[in-house]
């Protein structure tokens, strides 16, 4: 079936560094990856997505790269402070032939002041 | 806009009983509402796809029977956790995608669900 891999579980940053999740997902037919932020208890929040018609697209201090060909995808946060400590999922959608979302297990972003 | 709220927050209910949770979509319709579940320090696994005015698409494991879903209207969707017992629970959230929009779905808060 379906499935999206997440890596690493865990990071640790120092404040100011730069912070990279990376996923793969495994349905070719998948077009849509969306980046989620979830603090403890509430709702994922949207911080950004990406089609599968774009290489890269980029939000002040966050970005987020697709490589198609071998279904890579990637956030990259830069200058990190302390409230972006929370977990971050990346997920892989499809939109044609019933939509669904597939997350993956999640990174726990901690950043250290 | 594109407010999704989920009611109850908490609830908490004895084993056997039957506990529902509504999904609402406050300022836009949907026609395609999900249904995920999430256990402690675990991602969210998708349960169901709740399509308005038709049978909701269960997930492989998913119990069609312990966990009823109806779709009644483009703004409504219920979750009905049956015969509850101590490994239910766990934090439901639904999500829903606007008819007219993008890919892009939105999230309810969620509603944690404590089965004593």
């Known amino acids: 079936g379906e499935n999206v891999e997440q890596h690493p579980s865990t990071l640790s940053v120092q404040e100011g560094d730069s912070a990279v999740i990376k996923c793969t997902y495994s349905?070719?037919?998948?077009?849509?990856f969306p980046w989620y932020k979830q603090e403890l208890g509430k709702r994922p929040q949207l911080i950004i997505d990406?089609?599968?018609?774009?290489g890269e697209k980029k939000d002040q201090r966050i970005a987020v790269t697709l490589n198609k060909t071998a279904k890579h995808f990637s956030l990259h946060i830069t200058e990190t402070q302390p409230e972006d400590s929370a977990v971050y999922f990346c997920?892989?959608?499809?939109?044609?032939?019933?939509?669904?979302?597939?997350f993956g297990a999640g990174t726990r972003l901690f950043v250290k002041a | 806009g594109a407010v999704v709220s989920q009611h109850p927050s908490r609830v908490i209910c004895k084993s056997g009983t039957s506990v529902k949770i509504e999904c609402r979509s406050l300022d836009f319709q949907a026609t395609t509402m999900f249904w995920y579940r999430q256990f402690p320090k675990q991602s969210l696994m998708l349960m169901a796809t709740s399509n308005e005015g038709s049978k909701a698409t269960y997930e492989q494991g998913v119990e069609k029977d312990k966990f009823l879903i109806n779709h009644a209207s483009l703004t409504l969707s219920t979750l009905t956790v049956t015969s509850a017992h101590p490994e239910d629970s766990s934090f439901y959230i639904c999500s829903a995608r606007d008819r007219h929009g993008s890919y892009e779905q939105y999230f309810g808060p969620g509603t944690r669900l404590t089965v004593t």
């Open positions: 990406i089609r599968s018609n774009v």
């Open positions: 349905d070719s037919a998948s077009n849509y």
């Open positions: 997920a892989a959608s499809r939109g044609t032939g019933g939509f669904k979302t597939i």
